[in-house]
C-alpha cells in the first residue's frame, strides 16, 4: 500500500489548514452530529447558530482544538499519551471529567452488532498501539488506516472513539506528509456497513483498502 500523497509537512499542513471546516463537518457527521456545513463553517469561526443542542456546538469547537493540536505539535510523536490527550480534547464537556483521556470501565453497546468490545487494559493498549506504529515494511498511510480502525474496534473510551481514531491517524499521515484521511458523506453509509463487518469478524482487509481506495485526500504538489 503505496503513499498517495509524497508532501512536505508543511505542504500537508497548508492542505489541512484550507480545508479544515470540510474534515471537521464530515467528521461531526460520521459521528451522528446532524450539523451542516455552513453551521460548521459559523460555530468554527466563533459565530451563533440557532437551532443546535449545545453538545452539537461543544462537539464542533472541540474538533477545532484538537485539529490545532495537531497541526502545532509535530514535536510530539504518536503514543498512547496523545491518544489519551486527543480524547480529552474531543470530548471535554461531554463526558464526565472523571472520564476523558481514561480507558473505559464500563461495558458499551455499539448499534447495528450484538458484538462487544473488550474492557480494554492499558498495559495491551500500550503494546498493540506501539506494535502497529512500529512496522517499517509498511508506509505511513498504511499505518494510519490500520490504527485508526484499531481505535475504532478497540472502543478503549466512553464516548467519542471514532473521531479519535480519525484524530490520530491524521497525525500520522500529516507528520508524515501522507495527506488526509476524511469520509465523505456521501460514502458514510457504506463505511459503516463495513465497520461493522470489521466489528464482528476482526479482519481489516476489505476496509482498509477501501478507506485507501475513497477516502485520502491531498495534492499532489
Not at 506494535?131 to 498511510?141: A, C, I, R, V, Y
Not at 484521511?181 to 464482528?200: A, C, D, H, R, W
Request: aromatic share 10%; glycine share 6%; charged share 25%.
Amino acid at each position: 500500500m503505496e503513499n498517495k500523497f509524497k508532501l512536505t509537512r508543511e505542504q500537508n499542513i497548508f492542505i489541512a489548514k484550507r480545508n479544515i471546516v470540510d474534515y471537521i463537518w464530515k467528521s461531526a457527521n460520521l459521528e451522528g452530529i446532524g450539523v451542516t456545513y455552513p453551521e460548521t463553517q459559523t460555530i468554527y469561526e466563533g459565530g451563533i447558530v440557532n437551532g443546535l443542542t449545545v453538545d452539537n456546538i461543544i462537539a464542533i469547537n472541540n474538533l477545532k482544538y484538537a485539529w490545532q493540536f495537531i497541526l502545532e505539535n509535530d514535536e510530539i510523536e504518536c503514543d498512547f499519551n496523545v491518544l489519551c490527550h486527543l480524547h480529552k480534547l474531543t470530548c471535554d464537556k461531554l463526558v464526565l471529567d472523571q472520564n476523558l483521556g481514561k480507558l473505559r470501565t464500563t461495558p458499551v453497546n455499539i448499534g447495528g452488532t450484538t458484538w462487544k468490545p473488550d474492557f480494554p487494559i492499558e498495559s495491551q493498549v500500550k503494546e498493540e498501539l506501539q506494535d502497529l506504529l512500529s512496522q517499517p515494511e509498511k508506509t505511513s498511510t498504511e499505518i494510519a488506516i490500520e490504527v485508526m480502525l484499531w481505535v475504532m474496534r478497540r472502543q478503549m473510551f466512553i464516548d467519542g472513539n471514532k473521531r479519535v481514531a480519525m484524530l490520530l491517524a491524521n497525525k500520522i499521515m500529516i507528520d508524515n506528509g501522507c495527506g488526509i484521511i476524511t469520509i465523505s458523506l456521501e460514502n458514510q453509509k457504506l463505511f459503516f456497513e463495513k465497520l461493522i463487518k470489521f466489528y464482528e469478524t476482526g479482519n481489516n482487509t476489505d476496509l482498509k483498502k477501501w478507506i485507501y481506495d475513497t477516502s485520502i485526500d491531498g495534492l499532489n504538489l
